[in-house]
């Protein structure tokens, strides 16, 4: 079983859509929950992270982590077709030595 | 401010051979980490270096080394190349400090290794 399992899509939603991506996890020492957008040819770009259970906003992005499920989200709102990437979750026991998720591929179409 | 710049962006290597890929680390960041994207799959821990020593490894063999200089740039080596090492191969540059430990990774666009 991997440590971090992450459905790749591909998700494909309109223009205007609440996009909804997920993991769970199977390491209860990892305390840092990260999500990370990775433009086509590009390296990632940290997107948010949280440390806690519970829902972090940004914008339009929400972060949803559930510790006693080992499942977290990252929430979408009125999605634009400049949001198609792919979406990679990370969780460690710091910054560091993350564990990547797959990632999802999000196709957001006008 | 300078980001993580990575070189060659692009190479082709065959079985056997060795390689180096280069990292410029981020203006004011004294950690590195390397990580491998194969096609289709999540970025895998390779190793960091901070101090210009190794300060943890991922589950890679001993051909893959690395090495940081004293301007916190690196270099990863891969020796006697697999197929299976066809990747993109990513750096990622933060900032260590005895307060707050290491933050944010920051990545460069990587180096993409075919290998024949």
């Known amino acids: 079983q991997k440590e971090v399992e992450q459905d790749p899509g591909p998700l494909s939603v309109p223009e205007g859509a609440i996009v909804s991506l997920n993991c769970t996890y199977s390491?209860?020492?990892?305390?840092?929950f990260m999500w990370y957008r990775q433009y086509s040819r590009k390296g990632p770009e940290l997107l948010m992270y949280t440390y806690s259970s519970g829902n972090k906003e940004d914008g339009r992005f929400t972060a949803q982590v559930d510790k006693s499920s080992k499942y977290i989200s990252l929430f979408i709102r009125d999605s634009q077709p400049s949001d198609s990437a792919t979406y990679l979750c990370?969780?460690?026991?710091?910054?560091?030595?993350?564990?990547f998720g797959t990632g999802t591929r999000l196709l957001v179409s006008p | 401010e300078t980001g993580v710049t990575q070189s060659p962006t692009h190479l082709i290597k065959t079985r056997g051979q060795q390689v180096t890929l280069r990292c410029s680390s981020q203006s004011g960041h004294n950690t590195v980490s390397w990580y491998q994207q194969a096609l289709g799959q999540g970025p895998q821990f390779i190793f960091q270096?901070?101090?210009?020593?190794?300060?943890g490894r991922g589950n890679f063999p001993p051909r893959f080394s690395g090495l940081q200089f004293p301007n916190y740039s690196s270099e990863l080596n891969v020796n006697a190349l697999e197929l299976d090492d066809s990747a993109l191969y990513l750096c990622?540059?933060?900032?260590?400090?005895?307060?707050?430990?290491?933050?944010?990774?920051?990545f460069g666009e990587g180096s993409r290794l075919t290998v024949l």
């Open positions: 990622a540059s933060s900032s260590t400090t005895a307060q707050a430990g290491t933050g944010e990774l920051f």
């Open positions: 270096y901070y101090r210009e020593e190794e300060n």
């Open positions: 390491n209860s020492a990892f305390q840092y």
């Open positions: 990370a969780l460690g026991t710091g910054f560091q030595k993350l564990v």
